[in-house]
């Protein structure tokens, strides 16, 4: 019986004395790897403190977001970061300024030039120096004649930072009048010519401004007819010129960059043809098509038939030639 006590204690004292060990090994391995943590080179040592404009909109338009949403999220940010670059600019010439006064003040001479005076002069001026000042009409007149900078130079070449701040407001001005200018053309109307398209052609007209996005054309279009009430706007495709048109394209996209589809141009949206009584091949052609609605479901069916088998995904970067006459 005592043997079975004694035993009990001295498992009792390995089961502890374990347990010490143990506790004892994760304090120093956590000791190392604190250590390690600071003697290793921080991840964001090398990385610029201030993010970009894209990575500050990706930040703050995590999960979904609706495009107008997006797009007016980023037009804010484009708008922060010209007058942050504004005030910078202010900045750097306030800072250059005080500068430029601190060193004025320590300066005890001020900088003298001569420009092209002769011998003759020089002599003169020497001699009047060591001359005794003389006093004309009751003033005293100076030891020497001073000589300084020539205001006739041209100095346009050289720094100036009324110039710069001058034409820094000027070109903000300009940039401001130019965006009201864009705000007031987007908001001028046109009256779109289109096609419903399901195998044949029902053609109508709505009135759009030329700000407004394809999905809102097509929200206008789905009105004008019953078999299209029943059908969302992302179920819809606008197809111009052979190109399918996505819905967050405006029509101001189009205008302002004058671009151009495979059968015509995308900045026309009235329906006439190309008359001319010379057909001219090296002159490029002015015919307008009328622009096609289908349903996507129905794109899907008879996309490898004529002539939904000739459409493709408008890409702003791609060029896709000159349509000329043949």
Not at 130 to 149: D, I, L, M, W, Y
Not at 256 to 264: D, H
Not at 319 to 325: A, E
Request: proline share 3%.
């Amino acid at each position: 019986m005592a043997t079975n006590n004694a035993e009990g204690r001295r498992e009792d004292a390995f089961i502890k004395q374990r347990a010490q060990n143990r506790e004892e090994y994760e304090r120093q391995k956590q000791t190392l790897i604190n250590e390690t943590e600071k003697s290793r080179p921080s991840v964001n040592k090398f990385v610029g403190q201030n993010d970009s404009m894209e990575e500050t909109l990706k930040n703050q338009t995590i999960g979904l977001v609706r495009l107008e949403d997006f797009q007016q999220r980023r037009k804010e940010l484009e708008e922060a970061k010209a007058r942050e670059a504004a005030r910078t600019n202010e900045l750097k010439y306030d800072l250059f300024r005080d500068e430029t006064r601190r060193v004025k003040k320590r300066k005890k001479t001020k900088a003298t030039l001569s420009f092209a005076m002769d011998d003759e002069g020089d002599v003169e001026g020497d001699t009047s120096s060591r001359q005794t000042p003389e006093v004309e009409n009751g003033e005293q007149v100076s030891k020497r004649a001073k000589f300084r900078k020539n205001p006739n130079v041209d100095t346009s070449f050289l720094p100036d930072r009324e110039r710069e701040e001058a034409e820094r407001k000027e070109r903000e001005r300009l940039r401001q009048e130019w965006i009201r200018r864009q705000e007031e053309l987007k908001q001028e109307e046109i009256e779109i010519t289109y096609s419903y398209w399901d195998g044949s052609g029902h053609r109508k007209s709505v009135v759009c401004k030329k700000g407004d996005t394809i999905s809102s054309f097509l929200e206008k279009c789905r009105q004008q007819f019953p078999e299209l009430r029943g059908v969302s706007v992302d179920n819809l495709m606008y197809i111009k010129e052979d190109l399918i048109i996505p819905h967050h394209h405006t029509f101001y996209d189009f205008i302002i960059n004058k671009a151009r589809g495979k059968s015509g141009p995308l900045f026309n949206f009235d329906v006439h043809d190309d008359i001319r009584l010379l057909a001219d091949a090296t002159k490029e052609k002015d015919e307008s098509h009328a622009g096609k609605v289908v349903e996507r479901s129905w794109y899907q069916r008879f996309k490898h038939i004529f002539p939904a088998s000739r459409w493709e995904i408008y890409d702003p970067e791609k060029d896709y030639g000159k349509y000329t006459i043949a």
